[in-house]
């Protein structure tokens, strides 16, 4: 919102938007759009257009030239005139301006209402105001109030418009921009609508007239007709998508044109459609002008219908209502408007429940009281006053806590607070640590607690006196009561059997049994962990790491190495008896790296060549982490196991396994079992390592089924990582590995780790999602946790919770460090309450939210069949939806789908979910790999889930070579790739090089150094290095993706029309996959009829 | 033959055998009227530098049921090439090899200087000797260290192509690989977990001979055909790497807290042991040899607790059931042996340690399987490191003084039957014709298994008379009785002893008198007094004395000549003089009496007692006592306190000990100096003159004795004075020697030389 101001300048974005920002940039429109807007949107809209037009085919193109004629007539025009001005290449001034004008509408609406919202409107505005040019934008302004005017016409003729019309009003009440209707609803309503809209335009933006090109857009619904006339065409979309998408919610602009042909169709759809259309429709104005375009076309257009089909009536529906992809919110859209609005501001944490900004954003965080959202991000931070507006809302309440979370260089750790041998301060009631929300009473000599109200002493050391605001004089000296997050030194009494631990330890468990030699995985192994070992985290400014390393390797019997500095030459130890594990030695086992390093250098040396000839095939697993365990057990400290594991072991031992993939169970109510462990017997072993504060690290290279659902899951409870490599060969995979390696032995680590949320009254902790094990309900207790690992807490009411005092969130930690100090974290954070549903959706964040109930179906895929907890998935994200429709849109059309700002992307992010391997696994998915996926999901970050769910698509050739930035990401669709270019995609775990069939051979050469496209080798994983600029830049782009994921993405470059296409298309998330996931615009459908059986 | 005694002396140095009775009473009833049965004691491998063996193998009677081999009390037909079992008389043809047979032109096996023969067995895979060691760890530093080099001294003795192998145990049990370049390699076991035979050949990877698993590299043909090449390699490969192994070898580096045995897994170190030869080389000539320096305290097989405060079982814990492990512990050893011995291979047991290290229940392990035992203070002793050392000392051919694998297979002639053997070994259970149904000893069986020989291991073997009193023997008849041995000897050769000796009949009621001359009381004394040990072993010690006694009295009921109620009437022959005697020091001695010795150490003397040969067994039973004065050559003395006289030297030998005790006024006369004076250099002679004899004893005993040199008054002078009879009791002893204590006089100046004793050994 804030960023309104920024947008006016942006008012050319504000247009591009449109296109799908129609939804967003309503929604956005206020916050985000306004600066970003403006170059993002060039570059798309014409992009978009373009496909656009070839997807839909005629239809749509033909629709804006067509429309764009219409609009100019019209005014809604505006944005087609737009259009038509800037030419369809220009698509996006066309669309943006559309947009805008939708958006305008909702931005008016807003803008009357003068809520918080108003931030939105007014970027709204703004865009709008810019993107057309003064003279258009007045012309479309007229045109727009002239819409409007014929608007209140309409509105009787088209269903839909009635609501919208009403929605105008409402709308704004919607502060929102896309929900045009919920501002109206609110406060617009009062004003009138058509005017009020004007009138808000106008303050809103400096570019009244786009403002009124947008009231009439408000208005416009009743325009629609005469839009309609134009646009009907087919054109329709065109228009419709553009400003549908801004105004979702108010339809009206594009809604107009389309909802006018919609109006028009309006007629023949009851009959056509039946109700469904009409739901449609109405979907379509709201969002989904585009979708009204359609209708008419509908017939043949839309093969996407068929997938709503299913839903809606398969038969009129789906080819009617075809939305325009460009019309519907745009994930890039959205990010590229934070960008923009949010990234060179650094985010202060210092008011409450404030919202950050996205996680694709890049900004700098300036501690001031909470917790940094790279520490904790929140799924709303306004959480609803009562657990009665909670469930109403359906918006789950949950933080996503990262807490050891690694910072950008600009900004400091956590602080570490010692406060000697009295230990940290704490309430001695609830045990929440000193922390800035604490009150401080009685001239400072008493405290009350801010999570359980309890009064406190003030120890006499710790006593100060306050000032004249009741704060301590020294509150900015101590961290404890100035910041967000900081650290406390343990004392004795939180250490284990109350000794301070000993550094922990890393042991190297290599599997050395056929395969691993035969892959070359072995001799690469230990010829890294030579110079690896030198890298080993160290604390602070040590010298040297403090932490001591073992060797192990094993195929159906372990070997131990005794290592010590003494000896002359290692020794090594068989133990066979796996049946009970067992450390056969107690000195020597685990060292100091520089001190045995002779000895440790020659062990190294030798296990390949002492199995070179290994014929051993059979592996053990359990025993292996039992004889880490053991050892660590002995030795009387934390820390690591790093297993290197190659396949099933089916050895004789506990922990055997068979093989039992089975894919025939896919879909049926057995598949649960392919994610539930074989046996139990891991999950006791997980126990015992947490106890000894065991963290098991697993590198995977099966060849085969390795029933990763059950190897995963002692490094799962323990904190640890799993890392996974099929059909490894040194030549292929040795980067990838290696560096991964690397990165996880060198990462940052807390051992033994015990993590605690506390709350202040009125809610609670009471659901944990992550690599933790939990012996009870609230301690989240981690062998191991390093700055990749994220847990997600869901919380819930027990009370009634208070506006006034807010809601307040403790996450201490207690570890212990690299270097074997034991330390207590400590991350507040605290947020709004409130009693309005609309301040919650105001304050959400779909990334977390995503974050969230991807994980949570992720867990319930392990209880229940794939297809309940899709369906579950759907309905609360219907829930979500609909409640905000209910309670805080404007009243309008059923027929509209009315998306809340902050959620707006939560469809289509949703629909990713659900077509993930995990839920919806196409016919090349194996069962360890969605077992794999499934587990590393559960600790992932919001940044993490975002891009997994949703790739990055980066065209390559578009952008100016020179320019050093990231190039613009598109959309995830087949229809975003122009077979004259090349584009990089990566999810954080896989990384592509589509190249179109008819790139220019110059960029060929320059990038793959072959001549044609013809000679490219398909599968590639490594560019050639070459020296001209687009091969560096391609190269450093990749490096630079690679070095933001916390896993090495390997490349795999991909020709159009290639076989390995396949593999690519798989991520491109908007469109339908092979598996049976629904395309954006199908989903969204869907979406939008679930929402309406919701509220009928 | 001139007596009986000459006769008898003979048998022994031809055959190694001497019986209880030289002539037989010739029925059942007869026979076991004469009280001490009818018995022998055979040494299978007695040393014979004047018998080669011959290259070829026996003639077997072809009888399936019989198969003696032909011996010279077979009657032959030279003519028709054919020859009569002495045992059951079948007719058998020569073998085609032997169509030159006639009178003049006999093999050796028909004459009859050849009684015992021994034959060289050319077929089947020659095997080398196999070695493991199973070294405890839980050691002193410098015992640890004292063992090591005993260890790495003895590779130097080993044959050079014997397999050795190594296995160390404390807390963990580890088997070392020895082939490994580089790396120094080792299985590890837990201590405390109880492995079958097949579970421990699967840990060691034994179960697979086709997956050499590792060091086969390309280029380095691997030569090894043993899949137990990890383990058990042969010495001349692996010298340096096992003596740096050894070199390496440290103390158990687990931590033992105060007041805490160090945990020591010796029983499934040896189970362990057991199971890999038992999986490698079966029947193959080989001996785990364990080097143990305390109890085992943990596993199966655990003597005791780890806590110091409960010590180690003692006979008055035993005798009120109070050993809580040693039942099990028995039970687990036992196990093992009878698997050991299953499969011909032996176990040695070193232990060397000042409290008991559990030989009470480890003890089967070397009884049945022929292994040696070894008790000592420290490894860091002369006992020890001598005794080792004796282990592999060789005989006149440079043969290893061992053999390996042996059976011995007794027939007997219809009359007689065997009714058991006691020795270090086990049986075979192989019933047959010649079978007793009465068992002394280790019966029911005609085969016995004896893993581990050398040329002293004796056995007591026992028969029984089954001919009917009313089927007399006709006149002039012959029992006969044939031993075969078919061992592995050292240089891996499988070789076949065999002994034929055959006995007259004799009726007992009108030729007693023969069968009395015929009587050897030392054979006698022995073979009871194993029987005696034996019955130790599972009855009560007041049971098997009372049984003693009554022996005694029956014996002398039946050969003493007496007048009724006139003690001093009472004569014995002088075939049966000192046969009382022996008996008299039996009952004294510590292998049936427990009073002052711990339950290892009887066990410990048990187990020398019945393997040793005749003479050796008798100095354990009754002790020899030479003197050594002014007054003469040195003179063997009554083992009787009135022989302890303040001018003489004693030099007692009671195989374990050899004590020597300088007389009160000797003593005196050494205190002063006498003996570094030139005039009184006859004194230094005499001093010295025990000395050499006894160092010459301890130079051939196996085990070496502990040796005692004190003097009248000392402490130590207590291991003679609970030998001698005390005839005088120690209080007027003293109080005899304070006499002389008075009035010392100067030792006799140089008037004699003092002769070598050491013929009368």
Redesign the interface.
Known sequence: MNVNQSAPPVPPFGQPQPVYTGYHQSSYGGQPGSTAPPTPYGAYNGPVPGYQQTPLPGVSRAPPSSEAPPASTAQAPCGQAAYGQFGQGDVQNGPSSTVQMQRFPGSQPFGSVPLAPVVSQPTVLQPYGPPPTSAQVTAQLAGMQIGGAVAPALPPVGLGYGPPTSLASASGSYPNSGLYGSYPQGQAPPLSQAQGHLGAQPPQRSAPPQASGFTSPASGGPRMPSMTGPLLPGQGFGGPSVSQPNHVSSPPPQALPPGTQMTGPPGPPPPMHSSQQPGYQLQQNGSFGPVRGPQPNYGSPYPGAPTFGSQPGPPQPLPPKRLDPDAIPSPIQVIEDDRNNRGSEPFVTGVRGQVPPLVTTNFLVKDQGNASPRYIRCTSYNIPCTSDMAKQAQVPLAAVIKPLARLPPEEASPYVVDHGESGPLRCNRCKAYMCPFMQFVEGGRRFQCCFCSCINDVPPQYFQHLDHTGKRVDAYDRPELSLGSYEFLATVDYCKNNKFPSPPAFIFMIDVSYNAIRSGLVRLLCEELKSLLDFLPREGGAEESAIRVGFVTYNKVLHFYNVKSSLAQPQMMVVSDVADMFVPLLDGFLVNVSESRAVITSLLDQIPEMFADTRETETVFAPVIQAGMEALKAAECAGKLFLFHTSLPIAEAPGKLKNRDDRKLINTDKEKTLFQPQTGAYQTLAKECVAQGCCVDLFLFPNQYVDVATLSVVPQLTGGSVYKYACFQVENDQERFLSDLRRDVQKVVGFDAVMRVRTSTGIRAVDFFGAFYMSNTTDVELAGLDGDKTVTVEFKHDDRLNEESGALLQCALLYTSCAGQRRLRIHNLALNCCTQLADLYRNCETDTLINYMAKFAYRGVLNSPVKTVRDTLITQCAQILACYRKNCASPSSAGQLILPECMKLLPVYLNCVLKSDVLQPGAEVTTDDRAYVRQLVTSMDVAETNVFFYPRLLPLTKSPIESATEPPAVRASEERLSNGDIYLLENGLNLFLWVGASVQQGVVQSLFSVSSFSQITSGLSVLPVLDNPLSKKVRGLIDSLRAQRSRYMKLIVVKQEDKLEMLFKHFLVEDKSLSGGASYVDFLCHMHKEIRQLLS | MATYLEFIQQNEERDGVRFSWNVWPSSRLEATRMVVPLACLLTPLKERPDLPPVQYEPVLCSRTTCKAILNPLCQVDYRAKLWACNFCFQRNQFPPAYTGISEVNQPAELMPQFSTIEYVIQRGAQSPLIFLYVVDTCLEEDDLQALKESLQMSLSLLPPDALVGLITFGR?V?VH?LS?E?????????GT?D?TAK?IQ????LTKPA????????GQPQEQPFVSGRFLQPIHKIDMNLTDLLG?LQRD???VTQGKRPLRSTGVALSIAVGLLEGTFPNTGARIMLFTGGPPTQGPGMVVGDELKVPIRSWHDIEKDNARFMKKATKHYEMLANRTATNGHCIDIYACALDQTGLLEMKCCANLTGGHMVMGDSFNTSLFKQTFQRIFSKDFNGDFRMAFGATLEVKTSRELKVAGAIGPCVSLNVKGPCVSENELGVGGTSQWKICGLDPTSTLGIYFEVVNQHNAPVPQGGRGAIQFVTQYQHSSTQRRIRVTTIARNWADAQSQLRHIEAAFDQEAAAVLMARLGVFRAESEEGPDVLRWLDRQLIRLCQKFGQYNKEDPTSFRLSDSFSLYPQFMFHLRRSPFLQVFNNSPDESSYYRHHFARQDLTQSLIMIQPILYSYSFHGPPEPVLLDSSSILADRILLMDTFFQIVIYLGETIAQWRKAGYQDMAEYENFKHLLQAPLDDAQEILQARFPMPRYINTEHGGSQARFLLSKVNPSQTHNNLYAWGQVTLTSLQPPPLNTWQLLPCSSLL
């Open positions: 963990m580890q690989e490994c580089g790396i120094s390699k080792s299985y590890v076991f837990r977990k492995l579970q699967d840990m060691l990877g997956m050499p698993m590792q060091q086969a590299r390309p390496e580096p687990w931590p």
